[in-house]
């Protein structure tokens, strides 16, 4: 399918396991972003790639790992989930920084609750 | 921290009236982005703005930025029921930078 897909939609895992949540597009953007949304505090940048192999941490990266291999997977990886991970994950890819390029497709997103 | 401030949090609006959100920044934008979610949903664009008053719109949705590209506003005329949602502003700062968002207007448009 084309477009930007998120794995799995939904997810419950225990306090101290490790859990991987998964971003693939189609269009083979450069760039790709993770933001979680919570209430209270909307949606926040967590980790982007500009390209393979380049990652950058955005404003909340503490607890989670990101790697990007391949231009088209950018998954995410809580190394030890804590309940304050618990969240809506939202996957995003752009074709460039430049304004009229700069339109974000969203992934439909990952709802994680954290026991 | 959000550096996009967005009013009002909450609205509910009967169908057929007209609606604005606002969305400020205390820092010149390099674009500003309008998108909207619905529950359960990723978040669709809905228009970028990037010169300081421009407008544009899109069926009834129209979007302003202003003079100084320091705040932008999103008026819905004659709601409908279709129109309920989560509306986020996101902000461009330098051109070279990920995009900065709101917290969000949920909108809520009642028969």
């Known amino acids: 399918d084309a477009g930007i897909t998120q794995s799995p939609r939904y997810k419950i895992t225990e306090t101290g396991r490790q859990v991987t949540l998964m971003c693939h597009q189609t269009?083979?953007?450069?760039?790709m972003f993770w933001y979680r949304q919570d209430l209270g505090h909307g949606l926040r940048l967590i980790y982007y790639?500009?390209?393979?192999?380049?990652?950058d941490k955005g404003e909340v990266p503490d607890g989670y790992v990101v790697s990007r291999s391949k231009t088209e997977n950018f998954p995410l990886t809580l190394e030890s989930a804590t309940r304050s991970q618990t969240s809506v994950y939202f996957c995003?890819?752009?074709?460039?920084?430049?304004?009229?390029?700069?339109?974000?497709?969203f992934g439909p997103g990952t709802r994680l609750t954290v026991l | 921290s959000q550096e996009l401030e967005q009013s009002p949090q909450s609205l509910i609006v009967q169908e057929g009236k007209n609606l604005t959100i606002n969305c400020t920044s205390s820092?010149?934008?390099?674009?500003l982005y309008w998108y909207k979610q619905k529950y359960g949903e990723g978040l669709i664009f809905l228009m970028m703005?990037?010169?300081?008053?421009e407008e544009k719109s899109h069926e009834k949705i129209t979007a302003k930025l202003d003079e100084k590209k320091q705040q932008s506003s999103l008026h819905i005329t004659a709601s409908q029921p279709s129109h309920a949602g989560i509306y986020l502003c996101?902000?461009?700062?330098?051109?070279?930078?990920?995009?900065?968002f709101g917290k969000g207007t949920r909108l809520s448009v009642i028969a």
């Open positions: 995003a890819s752009s074709e460039s920084y430049r304004p009229i390029y700069n339109e974000q497709f």
């Open positions: 269009w083979s953007h450069s760039y």
């Open positions: 790639s500009a390209a393979a192999d380049i990652t």
């Open positions: 820092k010149t934008l390099y674009g």
């Open positions: 703005l990037q010169k300081g008053g």
């Open positions: 996101g902000a461009d700062k330098t051109g070279n930078t990920p995009l900065v």
